[in-house]
């Protein structure tokens, strides 16, 4: 287990990231790998760019450990393009989760709400094709190359631990932050980053966080990851 850093020194990570591949206007794709070299679970924030509360949650959980989980990769951030712009998408307005090459993938357009509160009108691209956009095809071939035995997807802010599988580290997530299980999002996601791990055999936990400001994700949320990363739950299914 990893102990706690000290506050003074969580201005920075403790290492340095490995690129795993370019955004459309060329900003790198980051991830840190485990300690070990195995990886258990690989966690990825940042899909969506108009989410960027989930990058920074990740990445001050990281900071708070003096050491790198010993079996935990991560991705704080896997479009940049949409991050740097704040918009949902990517820059080439595709929203990267409904971009994966699934037997469900679609042509449609895409849309989301402008706030919580309003309907789905915001109109964004799943692509060309499944699979068309740099920042889908270089998770792939990371989540290829780990061969993680779990992924956890971070999303906010539907307040939900959406896991189809009902696993006992959805539970655990649960337990310690009161959002609920759910087994699905309760709409069509296709072509999702979840949808494209159900279809490879992987399961995944997409851990939406709640509608609270992101100070106080600090103190409800930032401790759970810290947990998390430090090996609390040490049997992922
Ligand atoms: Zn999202």
Redesign the pocket.
Known sequence: MSTIRPVGNRGTHLSEPIEYGRSVIGNCLEYWPSASGETDVLIISG??GE?PDCTVILSKAMRMLDAMPERTAIVTCANPDGINRGTRGNANGVDL?RNFPTADWSSDSVTHRWTIDCGNEVQLSSGEVGGSEPEATALIELVEKLKPKQLIAL??PLGWIDDPDDSKLAHWISEKTGLPVVADAGYPTPGSFGTWAAERGTPIITWEFPIEGIETMFHTTVPVLVELLSGAFTSPE
């Open positions: 899909i969506h989410e989760n999303h906010g």
